[in-house]
């Protein structure tokens, strides 16, 4: 209680954002997506998506089908914010080593020498991730939860930008093995990266018959627009976008609707949670606001959500889909006004 009596005011969630540093944060998005549709036509969506998932440091995984530009989206973007970029090929046959690196023996100097692999770098391509097996797979877990490796009994410290773009093919099932829940609560983003619409496919066709090469950035005109140091300072705005306590309910009942479904047999738990408050305050900063609104929140709960969700026996049955249970379930909680 207050010295007259009254309440004591609540502390504020979070320190008033300052207009020049979500002022940033929205010039990132625009110089960065502005590079970036210079090689990839469409897909506006799912690429600010994955800038979201670079501001917060969170993993993004992309599911589609060949050829609808996953590895040009993840190239193009790495190339605009000055970001260092390295493409692993998952196949059966990877080992943790070709990932994290290994010691060689130097004939020079007469000692191990700790040659690094291509985890170290600011934004890492995991291509056809699920084709891995589990050993493999698990050794990105380290890296993507706590931005370090350990190797030969030291521990490395990754790169501040560092972040997962991994992709899986939808179709295919012959020689994959499914990635582990464990795993999958990992990834900030479940992304579903789809076909071109007519117009957007007619764009392509003309672009590749202007020229266009999907291997050669430079020649596309696509530049470094944003430096790391601006990077880090969206991801400093991001953290100081406010949410009023409604909106945080807001997340809150969002997640834990997921766990009482009678449709869903393992829902969502804290990490979610946090993903999906984090994932709000980075769109709210790179769209230029300096606060949380529930459909900053709602739009969110797709990509954040349904590839944490485990379906129901009887919702497998009936042939629903995560996308659409957790459709019903979003929809049957309040929104706050």
Do not use: W
């Amino acid at each position: 209680m207050t010295p007259t009596g009254g309440p004591i005011a609540p502390p504020p969630l979070a320190p008033p954002p300052t207009s020049q540093a979500v002022g940033v944060a929205n010039a990132v998005r625009e110089a960065a997506l502005a590079e970036v549709r210079k090689a990839v036509v469409g897909q506006d969506e799912a690429l600010e998506l994955m800038l979201c998932g670079l501001i917060t440091g969170g993993h993004v995984l992309l599911e589609g089908v060949p050829g609808v530009a996953k590895t040009l989206m993840a190239k193009a973007l790495a190339r605009s914010v000055s970001a260092e970029f390295r493409r692993i090929q998952f196949t059966p046959d990877l080992m943790p080593a070709d990932i994290l690196g290994t010691s060689i023996f130097d004939l020079k100097s007469q000692s191990f020498v700790l040659v690094k692999g291509p985890i170290f770098t600011d934004i890492l391509l995991a291509d056809e991730i699920n084709r891995a097996p589990a050993k493999t797979q698990s050794a990105l877990l380290e890296a993507m939860q706590e931005r370090s490796v350990s190797l030969e009994g030291r521990v490395s410290t990754l790169s501040p930008l560092f972040t997962v773009f991994a992709t899986q093919n939808p179709v295919e099932s012959e020689g994959t093995y499914p990635l582990p829940e464990a795993q999958l609560d990992r990834f900030l983003f479940k992304i579903d990266v789809g076909y071109p619409s007519d117009t957007e496919e007619e764009a392509i066709l003309q672009s590749v018959h202007r020229g266009f090469d999907a291997g050669d950035l430079v020649a596309a005109g696509v530049q470094s627009a944003i430096t790391q140091e601006q990077l880090l300072t969206a991801r400093e705005a991001m953290k100081q976008v406010g949410i009023e306590p409604p909106v945080l309910s807001y997340v809150r009942k969002l997640v834990a609707a997921t766990r009482s479904s009678t449709r869903i047999r393992l829902g969502a738990g804290p990490r979610a949670s946090v993903h999906l408050l984090t994932a709000s305050k980075a769109i709210a900063a790179l769209r230029g606001r300096s606060f949380v609104t529930p459909d900053d929140v709602r739009s969110l709960a797709g990509p954040v959500l349904k590839h944490r969700l485990l379906l129901s026996p009887d919702a497998e049955l009936d042939g629903a889909t995560p996308a659409e249970v957790l459709r019903e379930v979003v929809n049957s909680v309040e929104v706050p006004r």
